[in-house]
């Protein structure tokens, strides 16, 4: 035994003390560094430090006021005021009793600081599991900063995983300022924001055509790239629904199916939904994909989905589509029909089936300088109640450019789309088989002018931009064809330049018109955004236009179309203003207008304000929408949406809410309510859907309630989520 003066050591000094007065070295690679004010030697095996000990090996340092160190264990013993620093994890404890290899040991009366103090816990005893790796006894686990006790997990066994990105807490309660709001004899939560087997976050909302709904879903991290979800749910109106989903990710091909089903003692009967979505590269060239959706019954999505879920949902696809990419051409075969949902009030026109169609496309670089392209189809149309058969069509163009510079462009496009019809039943139209064959010509073209200016000290490019597009079709006689997949196209500055009002391929318009439209846009001189930009267009017609959708509409005889202008950009900072107008001069009255304006100048705020009227359409449309989110007080967030329809003088959709950060937890509240068309006979219970939201997260560790994050950042233009939650480490 020997023993050193009682003065400050350098960690060089006891470093060189711990590498040869043991007689087991530490590894070259890892040394073990001392300070301390005293130290002493009791055998070639074991020393003793006291006063101000500071122990460090490569990320891991201990400092307390005494320490015993036995080389040959590598065993550590520290006490009175250990801290003890870990990858950036920082313990206080009484007393420390730890093998510093293989990262197993006690602490007694532990504080445990996360890094980045992102969360913190305390216990009556920590254990040291293995590297990254911590249980604690009688613990208590929180993500809100020293002082601020507002939320705690309690546990009577305390497990942090941060190997496998898990940590489990056994016979849990979390405690809301004092009061317990939740108890699980077992519940996990993820310590990163990597994927992890477990219980979600319940959710629980409430409307008038469900009850309460209550969701506990249990994730299931079969392997990294498969999973499953399982979504058990009760609505207290409908009884128990069932329902899972699964998805699979491989390097060729990846997909997902989920299915729910529920015995519903409110309509008396059993629904369901299944949905299945596959993609695959079978070959480097040639590519899968495959899509099923089915319900029970018309009214599933408005019972059981959400706004977006019940105005969107339609036609549910089931197709099965093959892709493949030459060198210079591209193909499609696809397979595809629908299940239509039906509203009483507003029937849906069921489209067609194809099976199967047969899509080809190539641009051959036949002629120097051309934009040659080839396009063809074929596909075997079947409907229950109306006429089908089959069409093919092909249509050749070539564009070749007799101007192209940076100013100006001259593009002369000639083509022939030529159609053959095959119909399985004629009763409505004329024969059995029909064909159409058209030319087509267009001459697009245009000049750009710029200007270098200042305004108010602010330099800045301004645009001039004419142009002229004119189009040839002779005219055709369609209305013997059937119409299987053709739509008049929405007036606007791109139908305006487009050969064909009318989508799809069995409506061709014959044309001899020219459309004239003028453009300027405002530029940033210093980062080249634009800011402004404006446009006024006019499509003028030299004959009448004969072809129509239907034999029982009417021929054309205007000489002009609509006005439409447009203008909008970034005015100011971050407000943002656009209007379009559709004026028809002939009736001097607006046939559409569209006018909004946003403002967001900054997190958390936002305000919106939009106009919109359409007497294009029957019934006429004209709304008012008016939503934003904006700080109240330091901490307090209103959220609000008010979508009113003048027309009808009704409101189409309300929406409300507050959200509160506390920093470490936040609350939301919202509740909405949204017209459901499928619901005119009682217009107190079934018109409406009013659904109710209430959300507390806790940090990174737990939300309790219904999220309505998702619905504010649809309803709400700019929507900030100001409760930003990083990963607990």
Sequence with gaps: MFALPPRRLSAITLALLA???????????SPIHLEADEAVAHSRTEAEAHGNVVIQRDTTEVRSEWAQYNSETD???????????REGDVLTGNSLDYYINANRGTLENPDYHVAQGVARADAVKLLFDGPDRYKMRTARFTTCPVGRDD???????????????????????????GVPILYSPWMNFPLSGNRQTGFLAPSVSFDNRNGIDLQTPFYWNIAPNYDATFYPRYLTDRGTMLGAEFRYLQPSYSGQIRADRISDHKDEQDRYSIAFLHQQQLLPRLSMYAQVQKVSDDDYFNDFGDQVAAASQTNLPRELTFNYAGNGWSGLARWQRYQTLQSESDPVDIPYARLPQLYYASSPQWIKGANISITSEYVDFSHPTKVDGQRMWINPTITYPLVQRPYAFVKPKIGVHASYYSLNDSETVEGENSSRVLPTFS?????????????????????????????????????????????????????????NRFSGNDRIND???????????FFDGDTGEERFNATVGQRFYFQDQRVTLDAYEKPSTAQESDLLITFGGRLWRNFVANYALQYNLKEQVTARADAGIGWSPGEGRAFNLRYVVNRNVSPIIEQFDISGQWPLTRNWYGVARYNYSLKDSRSLEALAGLEYNAGCWALRLAAQRYINDDSDTDPDQEKYTVTYFAMLELGGLVGLGSNPVSTLRQSIPGYTDMLTTNSIR
């Design 511 to 521: 044309a001899n018109q020219i459309t004239l439209a003028l453009t300027t846009r």
């Design 75 to 85: 065993h550590l013993k520290a006490g009175d005021a250990v801290t003890m620093t």
């Design 443 to 499: 001459l697009d073209s245009g000049l750009i002018f710029e200007r270098d200016d200042t305004f108010n000290g602010q330099a800045y490019t301004q645009t001039l931009e004419p142009r002229a597009y004119y189009v040839y079709i002779p005219y055709k006689d369609q209305s013997n064809l059937p119409n299987f997949d053709s739509a008049l196209t929405d007036f606007s500055l791109a139908q305006i330049f487009s050969e």
């Design 151 to 177: 939320w705690y997990l309690h546990a009577s066994t305390l497990s942090l995983d941060y190997a496998n990105n898990v940590g489990m807490a056994y016979n849990g309660w979390i405690q809301f300022y």
């Design 19 to 29: 590498v040869h007065a043991f007689a087991e070295e530490t590894p070259p690679e």
